[in-house]
């Protein structure tokens, strides 16, 4: 039986996870740095989506598209 295992895309979803801005104390990363591969899924394990996060580099992103343009 062959497991379909993917490997974590961290620059992708860190970014946008709501433990992004932790203190080292609480160390919240750690358990997802320890698994680099997720069953089905190139998310990390403890990975949750910050709104406001999204939205914010969503506008920068639009910002830089923006200033290119000119």
């Known amino acids: 039986m062959q497991y379909d295992y993917k490997e ?7 970014k946008t996870c709501e433990n992004y801005d932790k203190e080292d104390i609480d160390d919240p990363c750690n358990e ?3 698994e680099p591969k997720n069953l089905y899924s ?3 394990v403890e990975y949750v989506e910050d709104p406001k996060r999204v939205k ?3 506008k920068i992103k639009m910002l830089k598209k923006m200033e290119g343009n000119n």
């Open 8 to 14: 974590v895309d961290f620059a992708k979803y860190c």
């Open 32 to 34: 997802c740095l320890a």
């Open 42 to 44: 190139h998310k990390p």
């Open 56 to 58: 914010m580099l969503k």
